[in-house]
């Protein structure tokens, strides 16, 4: 079973039921009327993709439509009632395997179009649900050895990761014992020795037949994903390293095996098994890497709903007796009426029809404060609902923003070249370079007089030192290193892009919630009752506000809104850190009534009835606020918090300021990013203008958006790469788009999985201070990179000319190739201190 979208489409609607059309940044819809300015060009979703647009210019971007057509390879109009699914494809390891699973997909009847990427090991198929055959597509990508599977089945995952080590061991194993043949009965003769071992009662047949089994169980099963490269590449007509690596092991082979038949014993099995260990342990590491990737869309698709309960009964309205079934997504259409219950979340975006609960936006929007929505308010798909029950009138196409989300991840993630990709480029170059010298130096021999023998051998040296494992080394064995630093120093790397990019990155965008703040709703302070000078309610001048906390946590526990949890854990707090007035009295939920707006009810005798919450709500339960409390609550306003006021008696008592707090070292870390101003700092975040009002004063901080939904996060990375490579910073999985659109993403281990899968690094158990660490490091990994590859194509510059001249054998040429990568491995082993 694969995982199944509709076609991508807008969705939603405005306050009046029907968006006026697609914002010109995010592609969201856009309120009637749409938000506009009169500088700018273009209608937008909200202040926020204005505000971007009018900073950063409208940067050359195509269509999104035909770009996604371009991507998918899509020659034609796909039809409205086309579906996508994603399957995983165990076995792609370069760019040919993904232009031949994109390829062969596109040839399967009823498929309008296909997209693999070896980025992810995944393929992206749009198809006609009447015609395609999809078990089909998967048999056949089967008998190329490519298999597939449901994203979402982390087990599959784990034993694919399963057969990959068994590959490597068991190749490791039947390697070892080919060399150790050679160390006791064939080196010695070869610049002869006797024996380590007497042969006796073994002749060399015998000897020579073990090394070619073993041998050939190396080269045709653990070898088995290279010689399949290498035959793909000839099917798509794009020569890569795989075709190199296969030529020059598949030859030594070959020549060895018509040596012992011809009796002769200087044979090169050894240069076989040396050749095919070595790349295989490099793609092994790779192939781990690049699961992280598939991770990602996997998790992200999890969060989707996949069902809805739709009414089937009753008036348009609601009203009169309705029965309720369960549908699949597929079959709701615009206007349906669905049933949303508390901790689910909304199957797709539309309009709240009847109910008023909190809903939890943090996954789509990044919101930290859940917002109150009311009959005639717009819901997003991939929502939560967190307090009361809710009915949705479906809005258009009956399309969800959080299914956009795994369209939008998809075509950033794989869109993203790595290292390999670099280097498949190449080797359209270098393989058919070295196949033209080895025929060259071949015949070239031939001419000056030499044998047959002689000239194959000549030519196959020139294979031999010239296959590029120590190119292919490079780049995996110092990031290796530098991973392991790093994890000393808390910081999980997910991807070599971090060695590559962060060196040169020009712009950093810090999201703000969760990243330069805690991202926890939690009291910041208590504005008590000290200007008065007391009252029959046995209130004493000072007062702190703890009586009033204390009350208001009482009757906060019956309700499940995020602020009302944060009020509580606020007075256990106190009642933990030894405050006496903070005891938290016990109200009945008989006494207590949960309101839209806040909680009232009767907490003892003394106080009578306790009204906590919004301050219209106490202004309409008859409570005045006191004028300190008006300012409280403008104060915490203008720094982005809620204020959360308690009263009771005709007046207020306390004002209870709930938001969250910045980090304590986001102002230095920003300083150190900001490098004396080498690198420009922008703060992103999905939240009011108030709330990020106080980044916009630090020095570094270059630009502050707020009020940016998801898609324009995502959107406004890639504009910010006009200026130059950009990394992201961020923690939520609505920054997860941002983070993969960036050059570089790093995401703090105390925020979501989608988000860490996302990123290129993780922050595990550290702050942000850790951030200024990723930078330094990356640093002293770059410079050994290149180190790497200065020598691998030095080598190579050097070798394959002297093998082209004869003046080096295949035994020789094994051995230069090996301490080649041995000089790769001990530079990538060296302390980066």
């Known amino acids: 079973m694969s995982t199944t979208t509709r076609s991508r489409g807008s969705a939603g609607g ?14 969201l819809p856009t309120p009637t009327p749409p ?123 784990e034993r694919s990761d399963n057969q990959v080590a068994r590959f490597v061991i068991g190749g490791g194993v039947f390697g070892m014992m080919v060399m150790l043949w050679y160390v006791l009965f064939l080196y010695p003769t070869y610049v002869g020795f006797q024996p380590v071992v007497e042969l006796g009662v073994f002749d060399g047949i015998y000897i020579l037949g073990n090394i070619w089994v073993m041998t050939s169980i190396v080269l045709f099963y653990t070898g088995f994903p290279i010689l399949r490269g290498a035959l793909v590449s000839l099917r798509a007509g794009q020569p890569n390293m795989d075709l190199l690596v296969s030529l020059a092991a598949t030859s030594a082979y070959v020549y060895s095996t018509a040596a012992v038949l011809v009796g002769e014993t200087h044979v090169y099995f050894d240069v076989t098994v040396a050749i095919i260990l070595v790349v295989t342990l490099g793609n092994y590491y790779e192939d781990r890497i690049k699961r992280k990737a598939a991770g990602m869309l996997s998790d992200l698709a999890a969060s989707r709903v996949s069902e809805a309960r739709r009414r089937v009964a009753g008036d348009a309205d609601g009203s009169g007796d309705t029965a309720v079934e369960t549908v699949a997504l597929d079959a709701l259409e615009s206007d349906d009426l669905v049933e949303v219950r508390p901790g689910e979340r909304v199957p797709v975006d539309g309009t709240v029809r009847e109910g008023t609960a909190a809903v939890d936006e943090a996954l789509v929007t990044g919101e930290s404060m859940p917002r109150t929505k009311r009959p005639g308010d717009d819901v997003l798909g991939g929502t939560v609902v967190t307090d009361r029950p809710l009915v949705v009138a479906v809005g258009e196409d009956a399309a969800s923003t959080l299914d956009r989300l795994v369209e939008l991840l998809w075509d950033i993630q794989s869109a993203r070249s790595g290292v390999q990709r670099l280097a498949d480029k190449l080797a359209t170059i270098f393989v058919p370079t070295v196949l033209v010298l080895a025929a060259v130096a ?90 008065n000078s007391g009252g029959d309610d046995g209130s004493e001048a000072g007062d702190d506000g703890s009586d009033a906390l204390a009350a208001a946590a009482a009757l906060e526990r019956f309700s499940a809104h995020p602020l009302a949890t944060a009020v509580v854990e606020a007075a256990e707090d106190r009642i933990e850190a030894g405050d006496a007035n903070a005891a938290i009295p016990d109200v009945s939920a008989g006494d207590a009534t949960v309101h839209d707006r806040g909680v009232s009810g009767d907490v003892d005798g003394e ?136 050059d570089i993403g790093i995401a703090l281990g105390t925020g979501t999985d989608i988000a860490g899968d996302a990123a290129d690094a993780v922050l595990v158990g550290r702050d942000i201070d850790a951030i200024p660490e990723v930078f330094s490091l990356s640093t002293g990994v770059n410079r050994r990179i290149r180190g790497n590859l200065a020598w691998a194509f030095g080598y190579n510059a050097v070798a394959i000319p002297l093998a082209a001249l004869g003046v080096l054998n295949p035994l020789f040429a094994a051995v230069a190739m090996g301490t080649s990568s041995l000089l790769v491995v001990a530079n990538s082993a060296r302390s980066l201190d």
Do not use: Q
Not at 14 to 27: E, I, V
Not at 639 to 653: F, L, T, Y
């Open 14 to 27: 405005d306050s009046d039921g029907d968006g006026a059309g697609g914002c010109d940044l995010c592609g």
């Open 35 to 157: 938000v506009t300015g009169d500088d700018v060009d273009g209608e937008f979703c909200c202040r926020g993709c204005l505000e971007i647009t009018r900073a950063l210019g409208d940067a050359a971007s195509a269509d999104p439509e035909t770009v996604e057509r371009e991507l998918a390879g899509e020659a034609d109009e796909v039809p409205g009632d086309a579906e996508r699914t994603y399957m995983a494809v165990d076995g792609m390891h370069c760019a040919t395997c993904e232009a031949f699973v994109s390829g062969t997909a596109r040839t399967c009847e009823g498929v309008y179009a296909a997209e693999a990427s070896y980025a992810n090991d995944m393929v992206r198929v749009t198809y006609d649900p009447e015609t395609a055959d999809l078990d089909g597509l998967s048999g056949t990508l089967a008998r190329y050895g490519y298999g597939t599977r449901d994203p979402e089945e982390r087990e599959a995952a």
């Open 442 to 531: 071949f015949g070239w021999t031939l001419v000056r007089g030499g044998t047959p023998t002689e000239a194959l051998l000549v030519g196959l040296t020139v294979l031999i030192v010239s296959c590029p494992c120590a190119l292919g080394l490079a780049t995996p064995l110092a990031v290796a290193s530098g991973i392991k630093e790093a994890a000393s120093r808390g910081i999980v790397v997910a991807s070599e892009a971090v060695f590559e990019a962060v060196p040169d990155v020009d712009v950093v965008v810090f999201d703000k919630t969760g990243t330069l703040t805690d991202g926890d709703m939690a009291v910041l302070r208590v504005v008590g009752d000290g200007e």
């Open 607 to 742: 106080r009578g009835r306790v009204v906590v919450g919004h301050p219209s709500l106490l202004r309409d339960e008859g409570v005045t606020l006191a004028s300190a409390h008006e300012a409280a609550v403008e104060a915490a306003r203008d720094e982005g918090a809620v204020p959360v006021v308690v009263g009771w008696g005709g007046r207020s008592r306390a004002v209870l300021v709930v938001g969250d707090e910045p980090r304590e070292a986001w102002d230095d870390v920003v300083a150190a990013v900001a490098a004396g101003g080498r690198r420009e700092v922008v703060v992103l975040t999905g939240d009011s203008e108030r709330a990020a009002r106080r980044f916009r004063d630090h020095p570094d901080v270059t630009d502050v958006f707020a009020g940016v939904p998801p898609e324009a996060k995502a959107e406004t990375v890639e504009r910010l790469r006009a200026r130059g490579t950009v990394a992201m910073v961020g923690d939520g999985s609505n920054d997860a788009p941002a983070l993969a659109a960036a």
